[in-house]
Nanobody, 125 residues
Framework: VQLQASGGGLVQAGGSLRLSCVVS????????MGWFRQAPGKEREFVTA????????NYADSVKGRFTISRDNAKNTVYLQMNNLKPEDTADYYC???????????????????WGQGTQVTVSS
């Protein structure tokens, strides 16, 4: 199973981007999925997560009301729609899969056992 993230880029403050993460394999619909980010010189942090069913989501306070996570199980893809971007959103963004069968999409990195490569998001002021 592999995760492939894409959609990063350079955007002005106030702009939008949509990240995608495609997951190979046939059991994507059983995984909780999360997005994390790591800014230069900082530790990686939780951004948002979605349950395998899509019915439950979880957001960091810093992105609530601006970011939306969604998934399309038919396409093995999870999305991160980012609106009203701020310079402090600049980071490498990583998607991750929790294959543990948990019902709730958790915020801790150790809950996720499969990670994709990062996609870089740069927000200019």
């Amino acid at each position: 199973v592999q995760l492939q993230a894409s959609g990063g880029g350079l955007v002005q403050a106030g702009g939008s981007l949509r990240l995608s993460c495609v997951v190979s394999g046939r059991t994507f619909s059983r995984y909780n999925m999360g997005w994390f980010r790591q800014a230069p010189g900082k530790e990686r942090e939780f951004v948002t997560a979605i349950a395998w069913s899509g019915g439950t989501t979880n957001y960091a306070d810093s992105v609530k009301g601006r970011f939306t996570i969604s998934r399309d199980n038919a396409k093995n893809t999870v999305y991160l729609q980012m609106n009203n971007l701020k310079p402090e959103d600049t980071a490498d963004y990583y998607c991750a899969a929790d294959r543990g069968g948990r019902s709730y999409p958790h915020t801790q990195q150790y809950e996720y056992d499969l990670w994709g490569q990062g996609t870089q998001v740069t927000v200019s002021s």
